[in-house]
């Protein structure tokens, strides 16, 4: 079993960047494929970046493409969503999520976090 706890989130204003974190524990962090998500107030979860097993690879949905940048510490256990100009659609709940195999922005992920909130003000 792997646990994974998301901080970082905050309030923010449009153009601001943020840093998120997910800090993975329970087994060997580089058996992970890791995902962050977000799910906006009446909107369905989206995926918006993945990153593999050893971090060399990377992949983003379009709405997000050349503003945020994901990567791992795999000495830490640690996967980061850095987030830069902000825009108010940005604004939802985050989460990341995990899985052992199948590196990529779809399909189902086998462990979640609980979420932390990123709301951005015009």
């Known amino acids: 079993q792997v646990q994974l706890a998301e901080s970082g989130g905050g309030l923010v204003r449009a153009g601001d960047s943020l840093r998120l974190s997910c800090a993975v524990s329970?087994?060997?962090?580089?058996?992970?494929?890791i995902c962050w998500f977000r799910q906006a107030p009446g909107k369905e979860r989206e995926s918006v970046a993945v990153?593999?097993?050893?971090?060399?690879?990377?992949r983003y949905a379009d709405s997000v493409k050349g503003r945020f940048t994901i990567s791992r510490d795999n000495a830490r256990n640690t996967v980061y969503l850095q987030m830069s100009s902000l825009k108010p659609e940005d604004t939802g709940l985050y989460y990341c999520a995990a899985r052992e195999t199948a590196y990529g922005l779809s399909g189902k992920y086998d462990y979640w976090g609980q979420g932390t909130q990123v709301t951005v003000s015009s």
């Open positions: 990153i593999s097993w050893t971090g060399d690879l990377t």
């Open positions: 329970g087994r060997t962090f580089r058996r992970y494929v």
